[in-house]
């Protein structure tokens, strides 16, 4: 089985500039998050789809990031101006449906390592 | 609301002598508890999970974690390391209060002497 599949793996800009990253989920898997690592930290949630719908991005910034998830598989996370604290590896994770559920376990991609100048 | 503390920042243990991860939690609800090990470039592992079944957990590559709620901790353990067991390692609790969202700890550094 094929995992979470991201891209690309490290990503230098300047600041003020724009990148977005992608995500492929597990095939079948109804959910996908996108988090945030800063180094040191553990992971911050930044949105939650279930299928293309939004579950839960309340610490998603939205002055700056967005994310979409068309037609419920692939999802892309976009900043737009980006800063020197945004630097950090963003993780994609996908789970075959939400934790209220009871199907817990995320599976976590490689992750997109950022490096804001 | 929620909280996890990892206890410790690094731990540094010999190729062959025992492992101890430490981990509290706070939680309001009956918490399901996870440990996560993430290997350098590499993305995070599930390496077991307690969700109110048995309260000593075993999980992959001969790690346990016993749930005791008395100490609100879930303590990673295995009897012996492995060089390959060098990585960062993950406590997590997840219940109602976070509406199971995953709150994550800082992390545990492992380093393994040869």
């Known amino acids: 089985e094929a995992g979470v599949a991201q891209s690309p793996r490290y990503k230098i800009i300047e600041k003020r500039q724009s990148v977005a990253f992608w995500c492929n989920p597990i095939s079948g898997h109804a959910t996908l998050y996108w988090y945030q690592q800063i180094l040191g930290q553990g992971p911050k949630l930044l949105i939650q789809f279930q299928n293309n719908g939004v579950v839960d991005d309340s610490q998603l910034p939205k002055d700056r990031f967005s994310a979409e998830r068309l037609k419920g598989v692939d999802s892309t996370l976009k900043i737009q101006p980006a800063k020197l604290e945004d630097s950090a590896v963003y993780l994609c994770?996908?789970?075959?449906?939400?934790?209220?559920?009871?199907?817990?376990?995320?599976?976590f991609g490689p992750g997109t390592r950022l490096t804001v100048l | 609301a929620q909280s996890v503390t990892q206890l410790d920042s690094h731990v540094s243990v010999s190729e062959g002598t025992p492992v101890l991860l430490r981990c509290n939690y706070s939680?309001?609800?009956?918490?399901?508890l996870f440990w996560y090990v993430q290997h350098p470039n590499k993305g995070l592992q599930l390496l077991l999970k307690?969700?109110?079944?048995a309260t000593l957990v075993k999980g992959i590559n001969g790690f346990e974690a016993e749930f005791k709620k008395s100490e609100t901790s879930f303590h990673l353990t295995k009897p012996s390391a492995h060089m390959s067991d060098a990585a960062e390692y993950f406590c997590?609790?997840?219940?109602?209060?976070?509406?199971?969202?995953?709150?994550w700890g800082a992390g545990t550094k492992l380093i393994i002497k040869p």
């Open positions: 997590v609790v997840s219940d109602l209060d976070s509406n199971y969202q995953l709150i």
């Open positions: 307690y969700t109110s079944a």
């Open positions: 939680s309001s609800y009956s918490p399901s």
């Open positions: 994770a996908s789970s075959l449906g939400t934790q209220s559920e009871g199907l817990y376990e995320q599976f």
